[in-house]
């Protein structure tokens, strides 16, 4: 039983210490003055992004069904329609029910070398509006994905577009609405 603590405590420890690292990375994007979103009257006293508390029930246990789909041109904020493709669908319990959301794969992000395996889960939930950004948060995942996945919802992120400014970005799908309140990730910017 002490072999077993220790190594779900040694799982968790790992598990936290990349989230944080996660984050302390975006935090610092965010105070680039040359790259962030941020407006600049919101720069100079920036220190992190609000989130949620980190929630250990946010992190889900995935089933993913490959399904290839036809590109497309996917909405976005502007007139521009990036060409995307579907790969597949995450099939996964939160907040004691059953959900799925679709994974995209963004067509010309995957020609270039760093971003071949990136794949991109849009959704929106219950808590946009109110206390997460409307229009919806994105999160990343690495592939190829195998039957199983670790959804990390903590890790959730706000579109640049949560800023302000002139960003065009995608818009997530209908299918991708979970009818839960997702209480993990970023918060909303402003009120």
């Known amino acids: 039983?002490?072999?077993?603590?220790?190594?779900?405590?040694?799982?968790?420890?790992?598990?936290?210490?990349?989230?944080?690292?996660?984050?302390?990375?975006?935090?610092?994007?965010?105070?680039?003055?040359?790259h962030s979103p941020l407006p600049k009257e919101d720069r100079s006293g920036f220190t992190s992004l609000p989130r949620f508390a980190t929630d250990r029930s946010y992190l889900v246990e995935a089933r993913f069904v490959p399904d290839v789909g036809e590109v497309f041109g996917m909405k976005t904020t502007t007139e521009r329609?990036?060409?995307?493709?579907?790969?597949?669908?995450?099939?996964?319990?939160?907040?004691g029910t059953e959900q799925r959301?679709?994974?995209?794969?963004?067509?010309?992000?995957?020609?270039?070398d760093d971003y071949r395996n990136y794949l991109f889960v849009p959704f929106t939930d219950l808590t946009n509006g109110e206390?997460?950004?409307?229009?919806?948060?994105?999160?990343?995942?690495?592939?190829?994905?195998?039957?199983?996945?670790?959804?990390?919802?903590?890790?959730?992120?706000?579109?640049?577009?949560?800023?302000?400014?002139r960003y065009s970005c995608?818009?997530?799908?209908?299918?991708?609405?979970l009818e839960v309140a997702v209480k993990a990730g970023v918060l909303k910017h402003h009120d």
């Open 131 to 165: 206390t997460t950004y409307g229009g919806g948060r994105y999160i990343d995942l690495e592939g190829p994905l195998g039957e199983t996945v670790e959804l990390d919802f903590n890790r959730a992120y706000n579109p640049y577009c949560a800023y302000g400014g």
């Open 170 to 177: 995608p818009i997530p799908p209908p299918d991708n609405h």
């Open 81 to 95: 329609e990036p060409k995307y493709q579907q790969v597949g669908t995450l099939h996964f319990t939160v907040g």
């Open 101 to 112: 959301l679709t994974v995209y794969k963004n067509i010309d992000l995957s020609r270039l």
């Open 1 to 34: 039983l002490v072999l077993v603590g220790t190594s779900v405590a040694q799982s968790e420890a790992k598990w936290l210490a990349g989230l944080e690292a996660y984050w302390a990375g975006v935090d610092s994007a965010y105070r680039d003055t040359l």
